[in-house]
């Protein structure tokens, strides 16, 4: 059973950085396409960014592009996020979530959150 946990998140100001991490334990992530999602209070659960299983293929929403960078050290076993120029609309609990790395490719996985593992979330607040 793959399980997944996030760590990285905190307090930052406007325009800050924070690198968030997502480190698995139970199987090799080889087998895996891993996204990152996030759900601000009162909003849905949306994708930020998705990565293939040997990260030839990323998808990164519009709202995050250019300033969020998704990545993967497979020989770790952890995917992380970079996120820099942060705004406080970026306030949200972030997931890391995984799938196999078989049929549906990594922007389905971010648009229609086919996820089959999820971890358990960090917050990320940006505020002065």
């Known amino acids: 059973q793959l399980q997944l946990v996030e760590s990285g998140g905190g307090l930052v100001q406007p325009g800050g950085s924070l690198r968030l991490s997502c480190a698995a334990s139970?199987?090799?992530?080889?087998?895996?396409?891993i996204g990152w999602f996030r759900q601000a209070p009162g909003k849905e659960r949306e994708g930020v960014s998705c990565i293939s299983s040997s990260a030839g293929s990323t998808y990164t929403a519009d709202s995050v592009k250019g300033r969020f960078t998704i990545s993967r050290d497979n020989a770790k076993n952890t995917v992380y996020l970079q996120m820099n120029s942060l705004k406080p609309e970026d306030t949200a609990v972030y997931y890391c979530a995984a799938k196999s790395k078989y049929a549906i490719i990594v922007q389905d996985m971010c648009v229609n959150k086919v996820v089959a593992y999820w971890g358990q979330g960090t917050q990320v607040t940006v505020s002065s």
């Open positions: 139970g199987s090799t992530l080889d087998y895996y396409d």
